[in-house]
């Protein structure tokens, strides 16, 4: 079996969306379950699922979409007779996937459906040939994801700015769209290749994308500043990430 690294995420950022209602017949839960790919036409379905599982308004169908742009053959559905209850799905990276967005909805949780979906996944997956399986787990999957052979790996920690202290700057940062060099860069750092999935963040947000050189325009880091959240993000140096993050908290959010 595949050596697969369960990261848990503690923070979730909530912001304002529509909930798509979701209608359980009387028999739901005895229905046959059926795993099917899923297509453009299903985003509301799964932003639905999401939502109700996440209990957040949160607007999840651009992340969707461009998810499954970006890997169109690694998006499964579970249905449940005619309902569909159940999403996951996961980016390649060429030296690992990582397995994100899964939810069931919760009238159809604890009936081994999660169980069912995420098995399919990483048999998929792995048929794929991927022998490195990654994901973020909240603290409710920290008991599901090992039973599946995830083992804990570290903590991902969500950062909130209160009051900015004077910042002295070392490097240059300078706006790029040089996404091949920066992804050969950036892949000896995370351990896969995210070039699609930069330029993909681009297109959502032009002209915020910063690199760090050095007096002698060495490369020393990078940032991606989306309308919302800062990342990816990565530097070789404290001071370069310091020096990045200070350029980037200078531009407008929502």
Not at 226 to 244: E, H, K, N, S
Request: hydrophobic letters at 45%; glycine letters at 6%.
């Amino acid at each position: 079996s595949s050596a697969r690294d369960a990261i848990p995420h503690i923070n979730a950022r909530s912001q304002p969306g529509a909930i798509h209602s979701y209608d359980k017949g009387d028999n739901s839960r005895n229905a046959m379950q059926s795993i099917r790919p899923m297509s453009a036409a299903d985003i509301p379905d799964a932003e639905a699922i999401l939502q109700a599982a996440h209990r957040m308004e949160i607007p999840f169908a651009n992340l969707l979409r461009r998810n499954l742009q970006l890997t169109p053959n690694c998006w499964w559905l579970l249905d449940q007779g005619n309902k569909t209850v159940g999403v996951v799905g996961a980016i390649d990276y060429e030296k690992f996937a990582h397995l994100g967005l899964m939810a069931i909805h919760p009238d159809a949780q604890l009936i081994g459906a999660g169980s069912k979906l995420l098995s399919h996944a990483l048999h998929q997956l792995e048929s794929l040939g991927h022998n490195s399986i990654t994901l973020y787990s909240t603290d409710a999957g920290l008991a599901f994801y090992p039973r599946h052979g995830f083992r804990w790996h570290c903590l991902s920690t969500e950062w909130q700015l209160r009051k900015r202290a004077a910042h002295v700057p070392t490097f240059r940062i300078l706006p790029s769209t040089d996404f091949a060099r920066i992804a050969e860069w950036d892949s000896g750092i995370f351990g896969g290749n995210r070039e699609p999935l930069l330029r993909a963040l681009n297109e959502e947000n032009p002209n915020r994308t910063l690199i760090a050189v050095d007096e002698t325009g060495n490369f020393v880091g990078f940032l991606l500043a989306q309308a919302a959240v800062i990342g990816p993000f990565a530097a070789a140096t404290p001071q370069a990430a310091a020096d990045l993050l200070q350029h980037a908290l200078t531009l407008n959010y929502e």
